[in-house]
Nanobody, 122 residues
Framework: QVQLVESGGGSVQAGGSLRLSCAASGYTYCMAWFRQAPGKEREGVARILTGSGSTYYGDSVKGRFTISRDNAKNTLYLQMNSLKPEDTAMYYC??????????????????WGQGTQVTVSS
């Protein structure tokens, strides 16, 4: 069992920055950030392989968001810059222990955090 606890959400004006954190318990193979706005499907934001540090980003956040991990602290981060109103959503941390391909599809991940709200005003 892996427990994930997110923090760092909040309200910011367009163009601003926020950093999300996700503290994990135990071993993980893939970790990712997803987001879900009201009335929309859950969207993959970014993922990282915890061993190699390999990263992948969704098209809507490339060049603005950075996913990273501090293995010593077992903590995942999402640095969000140049935020836009359309980035407003509940952001979720996700993790899985099984190996293989590490995609940005929600079904790939077994463990989920409770979510943290990000609101970007224009």
């Amino acid at each position: 069992q892996v427990q994930l606890v997110e923090s760092g959400g909040g309200s910011v004006q367009a163009g601003g920055s926020l950093r999300l954190s996700c503290a994990a318990s135990g071993y993980t193979y893939c970790m990712a950030w997803f987001r879900q706005a009201p009335g929309k499907e859950r969207e993959g934001v970014a993922r990282i392989l915890t061993g190699s540090g390999s990263t992948y980003y969704g098209d809507s956040v490339k060049g603005r968001f950075t996913i990273s991990r501090d293995n010593a602290k077992n903590t995942l981060y999402l640095q969000m810059n140049s935020l836009k109103p359309e980035d407003t959503a509940m952001y979720y941390c996700a993790a899985d222990r099984s190996g293989g391909s590490c995609s940005l599809l929600p079904g790939r991940y077994t463990y989920w955090g409770q979510g943290t709200q990000v609101t970007v005003s224009s």
